[in-house]
Structure formats: structure tokens, C-alpha cells
């Protein structure tokens, strides 16, 4: 006789996850954010289904989850997808996963713009090292009007951002390339250039969470000794590629916004640069409006 398996309710599966990723050094939170993926399911629906009998097949696949988050991979990786700026992105591990950090990049960007462009001129907008393509796509949904085009060394990062465009009906151009190499190559000008490059400073990587370093791209998180080397390129490259007037915004490391704000005065004398605090009161973003 085959016995039954043992009847498991979706508060008795949270209550376990929540117990095993604790022990486990992990956020509790990260079981209730699987189960709803699994179940399809909002915060608000799951909660009040709590005393629902969970199916083995979606047992068995949240048990899976939460073993692997246990075992360092990412919750978005696991699910597949990140909300950023209110809108769901597909996510890899061939990109980095976006942030609530980058979004204020974008908040900052859109409310900057009516006070440098006047009128109706056509507005080009490029987003440098785009992974899953949130900077560029959600530019372009909040603002139609811009004509965007995003690059990335790598063919892979390129190929989940033109998915998460297409799936979210967003107009946007995809390079592969270096930084702003296609932009010169192809003698083109933007008027607004965006970017959240990799700034980690190499040595940090033995201090940080191993959920990050073992699964990121790390081609997107590092970035030499001090964590500048993109930002000290971009320098050599932005005067032959940025219109006047025209606005840089750069998502920086904690701690960098100084630095980075001295590279783009000695670059743009003439720049107004500033550096803005993420909602944390960290330095996050740097700014320079070329007149």
C-alpha cells in the first residue's frame, strides 16, 4: 500500500524556508519572494492564502529554490527576473542584476532634462554597458520622445537586453561594443550619455558576499585597482562623441563621487558637475550638464 504523502500548507512551507535560510545565513525574506513566483501569486494573494495545501510539484520545486539560494545563487537568477522602475526584467546570469540605486539614476535624469534641452529637438540618448538593458528601456518608456541607443562588450548581455525590450515594447538600438568605440567608429553624437559601469575596486572582491561574486558577470562589477578604470576611459572617449548642450550621468561606487567629479571637471571645464545622494545619503550619481 502506497502511503500519502504528508500535507504541507503554504504557512508551514514559508515557516520552513524562513528557519533553513536563517541557519544559513540568508534573508528570510527570500522564501516568500520564491513562493510567490512559483505559486504566480502577489504578496497580498499569497498572504491570504496562507492555510491553502501547497501541490507536491510546487513543493518540490520551492524546496529546490530555496536549496539553491542556500547555496549562494541569486533569488532573481532563480526566478528569472528583477522589478526595476516598476516594470519586470528578464535577468541572467550573463547580467548584472538591477538595482533600487540605478533607479535614482534615472529619477535624477528625467528630472534634469527640461532645463538643459529646450523646445522640440530630437534627443539621442546613449546608455554604455547596458547588461539587461533597464537604464535604456525604462529611458525610453519614461520618455518616448528620446531616441535611445544602448552598447555592451558582450553579445550575451545583449541578447537578454533586446528580449526585456521587446517584451516591454521599447523602441531601443543594441551595439555590441567597448565603451563608446561604436559611437566614434560610426562618427555619431548624443546628447545625453548614461551609464552604471563596473566600479568595484578589484582587492574588494574577497570581502563581498559570495551570492555576488560567484554568480554576477564579473566583466560588470570590477574595475582595477581604485575601481576608476572606466571612468578614466570614458574621459579619453566623451569629448568626441557629446553634444552641446548635453548631460553625462554616471551610477558611481560609495565613496567615488568625489573622484569621478574631478575626472569630469578636468575633462569639461566648462561642466556644471554634480554628485547626488542615493536615498541612503550615499554618493550614488554624478552629473555633469555640458553648456
Known amino acids: 500500500m502506497q502511503m500519502n504523502k504528508p500535507v504541507v500548507k503554504v504557512y ?9 535560510l536563517m541557519d544559513n545565513n540568508r534573508d528570510a525574506n527570500a522564501g516568500e519572494l520564491l513562493l510567490q513566483h512559483y505559486l504566480k501569486q502577489t504578496r497580498s494573494q499569497l498572504l491570504a492564502n496562507l492555510h491553502d495545501e501547497l501541490s507536491p510539484e510546487d513543493l518540490e520545486q520551492f524546496k529546490a529554490g530555496v536549496t539553491q539560494h542556500i547555496k549562494g545563487r541569486p533569488i532573481q537568477y532563480i526566478m528569472g527576473s528583477e522589478e526595476f522602475y516598476g516594470r519586470t526584467f528578464l535577468v541572467n546570469e550573463e547580467v548584472l542584476i538591477p538595482r533600487p540605486e540605478t533607479e535614482e539614476l534615472i529619477y535624477h535624469t528625467v528630472r ?4 538643459i534641452f529646450k523646445g522640440n529637438q530630437k534627443l539621442y ?11 535604456a528601456i525604462t529611458m525610453k518608456l519614461e520618455e518616448p520622445g528620446l531616441e535611445v541607443t544602448a552598447t555592451d562588450i558582450a553579445d550575451p548581455s545583449l541578447e537578454v537586453a533586446r528580449k526585456n525590450a521587446e517584451l516591454l515594447g521599447a523602441d531601443v538600438q543594441f551595439i555590441q561594443g567597448d565603451l563608446l568605440l561604436p559611437f566614434i567608429q560610426g562618427k555619431r553624437k548624443v546628447d545625453i550619455l548614461l551609464s552604471n559601469p563596473p566600479y568595484i575596486p578589484n ?3 574577497k570581502m563581498m558576499s559570495t551570492v555576488v561574486t560567484d554568480h554576477e558577470p564579473h566583466r560588470a562589477l570590477f574595475a582595477g585597482a581604485d575601481g576608476l578604470d572606466f571612468y578614466r576611459r570614458f574621459m579619453e572617449q566623451l569629448p568626441q562623441v557629446l553634444q552641446v548642450p548635453g548631460l553625462i550621468g554616471f551610477e558611481v561606487g560609495v565613496g567615488q563621487g568625489k573622484a569621478v567629479a574631478e575626472l569630469l571637471k578636468e575633462t569639461f571645464v566648462h561642466a556644471e558637475v554634480s554628485i547626488e545622494n542615493d536615498i541612503n545619503g550615499k554618493d550614488r550619481m554624478v552629473f555633469a550638464i555640458l553648456k
Open 125 to 135: 540618448l546613449a546608455d554604455i554597458g547596458t547588461g539587461s538593458g533597464a537604464i
Open 12 to 20: 508551514e512551507a514559508l515557516k520552513w524556508a524562513s528557519s533553513f
Open 203 to 205: 582587492d574588494d572582491e
Open 112 to 115: 534634469k532634462l527640461p532645463s
